[in-house]
């Protein structure tokens, strides 16, 4: 049983394990215990899923799926901020599993799906050209989506374009704090290769501290939001958090 479920998280593309993720969650009750808690489903176990392609042990939430990043925003959204309380436009690419549901019942938010690919999604588009309206959002989130596009600055562009005056986007990518300069090669096309270079089979780039400068290049203020390093060393192990975690807050002047 265990190597089928490690098989299942690190091999089978996430977008897939989403459409099959009921099916995974019979695997739940193995994993109950009381020394993790999914801040996002209440869920309490023993150890987390192991997730990513070098199977890394205890990321993923047996329950509804969350990996670090996902509890994190979750953790932010929920105690540092008023956004789920206010009546606002939220578009969201690419949109999380864990966070589906909960969004949507919220009564104060029009909140609208996208993406190429997810059977979740609402409307079926390409980021690089979304078929929104000028100023059309308060919020988007879009969340390790940029460094599988080969134009970034083209996707950054439209979020920008179709987010309000004053409006927030949530953009996190992977990122690189060892390298200064975003590394990319758009003739590194070959899965193999990509995953060799970029750490993924659909990566075409591993975004480096510059990240925030590619943000603002497009006419973003960029909040740098270190949250995680208000949590106790016990809580970020309680939740199954990376330490390292920041999250990218790209403003709209």
Request: proline content about 6%; charged content about 25%; glycine content about 4%.
């Amino acid at each position: 049983m265990k190597k089928l479920i490690k098989y299942i998280v690190t091999h089978i593309p996430r977008k897939y394990l989403i459409r099959f993720g009921k099916l995974l969650i019979l695997v739940t009750p193995f994993y109950y215990g009381n020394k993790h808690e999914c801040p996002i489903c209440g869920g309490k176990f023993r150890k987390m899923l192991p997730y990513g392609n070098k199977g890394i042990k205890n990321r993923l939430c047996p329950k509804c799926l969350s990996l670090e990043r996902h509890r994190l925003l979750w953790l932010y959204l929920t105690t540092q901020t008023k956004w789920l309380d206010q009546p606002l436009n939220v578009l969201h690419i690419a949109p999380e599993q864990p966070f589906i549901k909960r969004f949507r019942k919220n009564k104060n938010w029009t909140y609208i799906t996208a993406d190429l690919e997810s059977p979740l999604a609402d409307v079926k588009m390409d980021i690089r050209q979304m078929p929104f309206n000028n100023e059309q959002f308060d919020i988007v989130i879009c969340n390790h989506v940029l460094e599988h596009i080969d134009d970034d600055k083209k996707a950054m562009s439209e979020i920008f374009r179709v987010l309000k005056t004053k409006g927030k986007a949530i953009l996190q990518v992977p990122i690189n704090y060892e390298l200064s300069n975003t590394y990319e090669n758009p003739n590194i096309t070959n899965p193999k290769e990509r995953t060799i270079h970029f750490g993924q089979y659909d990566h075409v780039r591993v975004y480096g501290t510059d990240y925030p400068q590619r943000l603002s290049s497009i006419g973003f203020n960029v909040d740098i939001n270190k949250f995680v390093q208000q949590l106790s060393d016990i809580e970020i192990e309680k939740y199954r958090l990376d330490p390292n975690e920041l999250i990218y807050i790209a403003y709209k002047p």
